[in-house]
């Protein structure tokens, strides 16, 4: 009879656990379709009474595009008319003359032709100000509006018409426009005799080839070691990720696990591949700017202990997205799951699920931070981006230069300098000369390069503050002297900073002459990621004991 008794209390509590679910799922649903109704309401009055004419297109944009900021930003609505962008993201493709653009002082000026495409081919330079499109001047329009008339369908013809530093007359090119295909490698190449270097700077369609075909033939020429520099990479596609992990780990491991609302939708990304190196000593670099896939591969090599990770903290983005088609030609790219390394650690930093009060969202704590193993055992942290096994500590960028960057004075004396020197040999032997350096500030001697220091910021506040509190004529001698002295040390500041200033300085040379690969190769001998994963590289105890957990 008890029996009987409990049989029925526990079908009328099942029952009742599934009415409230049925009714909370009713409820669920009679809100979105509530809210709806009251979106469309807001949508029509707006539309037939406000004072001024709307544009309906950008008008819902504008909602849809508040409404997804809410989750986090990755989540994004796609119209129509931004469809093409978004595929270029995807694949690196787009048909155009294959260079970079930007706004310099009212001006479009070419920042960077890709080697091998038509702008390069043709001859156009960095520095180059493009003055029409097609006839079209471009007086007046910004850079978005110059890179649509420069893409069009590849073999159509494209007149660009350019002024050059020292000529006085303009330049025209006519270039066949082509498919450009971005290269996730923008370089690779051997540091020294036995250290090859591969540069990934994204992850689109067939990123994994490229690197695969880099390592063969830096092995070829010698590389008995590798660095892969994931440094400022913003990720991308999942599989190449997967398949990049696969060239240094071996097949049937597991890459990296998604898990989501959709539980059906949760994978496992297994290799399948025979492997290309299985005990090439390798580092790979990080910085703060790797994210997305660019930490799931620094993640992958970490937790199997296959090499050792330098630099800094990486981003943190755990997120995946999946992209939904919509009406009218448009699309929604989701967040849908987070993932996992194989150790198990999530290594999302931000957490977008619990904001404050004002909208703000804030990283995970320490204390709130898991711990997990490696297959050697060492321990590594979920909830906040891959931490290095080596850390590289950079150096704070002087104002100065700050302030010669933004007012693009190392970018236009690099191009004046390009412009009466011929040749500069090997980008990796570049150096300025104490004499050239001296050209510079002679060079900077009438331009307007001027900056605030943090100090000088302080002081400013320090005399704000003095004059409410009505301490001001106490302290103005001691203020205006310490002004006097900061401006003073000031000026020195080319001299103190000379270092800082003449690395950055000896890239941007470098790449007029040598493009993406004199940057990269002019600052083998300066980069302090680099010169700590070659330290490391070298001395096979140090590699092997980290890699042990010893």
């Known amino acids: 009879m008890k029996i009987k008794r409990w049989g029925i209390i526990a079908f009328i509590a099942i029952g009742l656990i599934a009415s409230l679910s049925a009714f909370k799922q009713t409820d669920k649903y009679f809100e979105m379709a509530k809210n709806m109704e009251l979106f469309a309401a807001v949508y029509k009055e707006v539309n037939l009474l406000y004072v001024d004419e709307i544009n309906p297109s950008q008008f819902m944009t504008t909602g849809i595009d508040a409404m997804l900021e809410s989750l986090d930003p990755y989540t994004n609505y796609i119209p129509e008319d931004n469809i093409e962008d978004f595929r270029t993201q995807l694949t690196g493709q787009y048909g155009g003359i294959g260079a970079v653009i930007g706004e310099r002082k009212d001006k479009i000026i070419v920042l960077m032709p890709y080697e091998g495409f038509p702008a390069q081919k043709a001859g156009m330079q960095i520095g180059d100000e493009i003055i029409s499109v097609d006839g079209i001047l471009t007086t007046s329009k910004n850079s978005s509006d110059v890179s649509k008339l420069l893409r069009g369908q590849a073999d159509t013809p494209v007149k660009i018409k350019v002024k050059r530093f020292n000529q006085t007359e303009p330049i025209e090119f006519t270039l066949a ?92 990304y297994i290799t399948e591949l025979v492997p290309d190196d299985l005990t090439i000593p390798l580092v790979v670099l990080v910085s703060g700017r790797s994210a997305s896939a660019s930490e799931i591969v620094a993640g992958v090599i970490q937790d199997y202990d296959r090499g050792v990770v330098v630099g800094q903290r990486s981003y943190g983005k755990g997120l995946v997205q999946t992209t939904r088609e919509l009406p009218y030609n448009s699309q929604i790219k989701v967040t849908t799951a987070k993932y996992y390394t194989p150790s198990g650690r999530c290594i999302q930093a931000i957490d977008y699920a619990h904001r404050a009060a004002d909208g703000s969202v804030s990283k995970f704590a320490d204390s709130l931070k898991v711990a997990f193993k ?18 590289v500590v950079q150096d704070s960028i002087a104002p100065i230069l700050i302030s010669l960057v933004s007012k693009n004075m190392l970018f236009d004396y690099a191009t004046e300098y390009h412009a009466s020197h011929p040749n500069i040999g090997d980008a990796r032997k570049f150096n300025l000369t104490d004499k050239e350096y001296q050209d510079f500030v002679n060079w900077l001697k009438d331009k307007d390069y001027s900056y605030t220091t943090k100090v000088e910021k302080k002081l400013e506040e320090m005399t704000k503050e003095s004059k409410q509190e009505k301490y001001y004529d106490a302290m103005k001698d001691q203020l205006d002297q310490m002004k006097s002295v900061i401006a003073k040390d000031k000026e020195n500041d080319l001299v103190k900073f000379k270092p800082q200033i003449v690395e950055y300085l000896e890239e941007e040379i470098a790449s007029r002459y040598y493009l993406q690969k004199g940057i990269i190769e002019a600052s083998f001998d300066s980069d302090k990621d680099i010169q700590a994963a070659l330290e490391v590289l070298n001395n096979k105890t140090k590699y092997t004991s980290i890699l042990s957990g010893k």
């Not at 490696?374 to 981006?385: I, L, P």
């Open 374 to 391: 490696t297959t050697n055992g060492r321990v590594v942290y979920d909830g906040g981006g891959v931490m290095p096994d080596i850390t």
């Open 177 to 268: 426009r082509q498919k450009i295909k971005i290269s996730n490698v923008p370089y690779y190449g051997m540091v020294n005799t036995n250290t090859g270097y591969i540069k990934l700077s994204d992850f689109t369609q067939a990123a994994s080839i490229e690197v695969k075909k880099a390592l063969t033939e830096l092995k070829a020429s010698g590389a008995t070691q590798v660095i892969l520099d994931l440094r400022g990479n913003p990720g991308g596609l999942l599989n190449e990720a997967v398949n990049i992990s696969n060239i240094f780990i071996p097949k049937s491991k597991l890459v990296v696990s998604t898990k989501g609302k959709v539980s059906e939708w949760n994978t496992k």
